[in-house]
């Protein structure tokens, strides 16, 4: 027996310990690839804690334009999700400067995949067996998709790790369970569909007080952010296009671009399907991964949107994904081993394949003029950095401003508009700005222009 445990927890320590290497894969990027407009905003947010202290009820960033709110935002207010993440993003970047921000980021998101791992593992030993734990931990630190978006500067994977951990704790602690749920959804509302597998337990009613402990503890702290964030509408982003804002639930397309794209080919790479439908077709089905795969496809097909819309939003349905790859993989490794390999060898190709262009940094030109900003103006200048309202242009400056002209250029320079950077020398805006500013720096790949200096 302390053979087989011990053989149990070194094959776990090797897989958390390759998956967390994996991870350091292109660790270095700045903020310019795959979703560097989400990154941004999230890096921002963490780098103005850094520079002007932490403020968990007033998280703010470089955006002061109304593009995201369709409000000037002039203190650049960020109320989304309760900033537990960019708050231990700043604490390591302020502590340790030797690595920069955005590298931290990125480590920061990386341990906490690692950490999400562990949990579901012990959710796989729990409600299946320690194989499958063992095997869903592999998935979910080994699924190329899962790399790349576990590696990101984005809150979305500690909000995993909250609601995996929280699931796990559900019938152990009932009032820790809940704390940490709640965690989870001061990151994203969406995580109320995690319990699904739980619906039986809240509908008994022996198990009333409990339930009532567990949902007043989870909602309490949620609907006070809620409310305390309505205080600052030029902070919070337009957000009911994300549920079916194109009425495209349940079109064609929906499936076509939820379960083809993303989940055949994106997550699980076209050979995952197999073990992933023979979890689902086997007998007996394991009642809690198919109830944990019904609460994602509620999610996804609640939150329609945006998931068809946005691929990160898929971070939220790997760990059921992977429970459901494992429990496949052990039926069918009892079956067929050579099915099973060719199965996953395919998934890993193409998987990787479909990712690994996430990584790529397409637009270099957009760090060199950013710095070049960053080296020649005034800290506290403001910059018209336009990028298809895309916030990485104006976070590689270091300066806030406007992603994107939201007005007329002469209502930008008087709420303070300083300087005007493009990367695009042929654009409308760049070509009839040129003409009315003095160029400061102009190369063939930028131009700067100060705005108060008139032709």
């Excluded at 947010?45 to 334009?65: A, M, Q």
């Excluded at 704390?179 to 739980?198: E, G, N, S, T």
């Excluded at 439908?277 to 097909?301: D, E, Q, R």
């Excluded at 950077?421 to 700005?433: G, Q």
Aim: proline fraction near 5%.
């Amino acid at each position: 027996m302390i053979k087989k445990i011990n053989l149990e927890y070194i094959l776990l320590s090797l897989v958390l310990i390759f998956g967390f290497s994996v991870r350091l894969y292109k660790i270095n990027n700045p903020v310019a690839d795959w979703h560097s407009w989400r990154q941004a905003d999230t890096a921002s947010v963490s780098k103005t804690f850094v520079e002007r202290g932490i403020n968990l009820f007033l998280p703010r960033y470089h955006d002061i334009s109304s593009i995201q709110t369709g409000i000037f935002n002039p203190e650049g207010y960020r109320m989304v999700e309760f900033p537990i993440y960019n708050a231990l993003h700043a604490v390591l970047a302020s502590n340790f400067p030797a690595i920069n921000l955005e590298v931290w980021g990125r480590l920061l998101t990386s341990f906490i995949a690692v950490l999400t791992s562990f949990f579901i593992f012990l959710l796989g030993k729990k409600y299946v067996n320690k194989e499958v734990g063992l095997l869903a931990c592999f998935f979910y630190l080994f699924l190329p998709f899962n790399i790349y978006f576990t590696r990101v500067i984005l809150p979305d994977p500690l909000g995993v790790l909250f609601a995996v951990a929280a699931l796990y704790l559900f019938d152990l602690n009932i009032v820790l369970s809940g704390l940490i749920f709640a965690l989870a959804l001061l990151q994203k509302p969406y995580f109320i569909f995690y319990l699904v597998p739980f619906i039986p337990f809240f509908l008994n009613k022996g198990n009333l007080k409990k339930s009532l402990t567990f949902l007043v503890i989870i909602f309490v702290p949620f609907l006070a952010w809620r409310m305390w964030m309505r205080s600052f509408p030029q902070g919070i982003p337009f957000w009911e296009w994300a549920f079916n804002g194109d009425r495209i639930r349940f079109h064609p397309a929906f499936w076509r671009w939820i379960f083809g794209e993303r989940l055949g080919i994106l997550i699980l790479g076209v050979g995952g399907v197999v073990p992933f439908v023979m979890a689902l077709t086997k007998k007996p089905v394991n009642k809690f991964i198919l109830y944990f795969l019904l609460g994602m496809f509620l999610y996804v097909s609640i939150v329609a949107s945006a998931n068809v819309r946005h691929d990160y939003y898929q971070i939220l349905v790997i760990p059921a994904v992977s429970l459901a790859l494992a429990e496949g993989s052990l039926w069918l490794f009892k079956r067929s081993k050579i099915l099973l390999a060719v199965s996953l060898l395919v998934m890993f190709l193409i998987g990787w394949d479909r990712i690994k262009p996430f990584y790529q940094v397409n637009h270099p030109e957009i760090i060199e003029a950013g710095q070049e900003i960053d080296k020649i103006t005034p800290k506290d200048a403001l910059i018209v950095a336009p990028y298809n309202g895309d916030t990485a242009f104006l976070y590689a400056t270091n300066r806030w401003g406007w992603p994107a002209v939201d007005n007329s250029i002469d209502n930008i320079i008087e709420k303070g508009g300083d300087y005007y950077v493009s990367v695009d020398l042929a654009s409308e805006d760049t070509l009839n700005f040129q003409k009315m500013f003095a160029t400061v720096k102009r190369t063939d790949k930028y131009i700067i222009l100060d705005l108060h200096k008139r032709i």
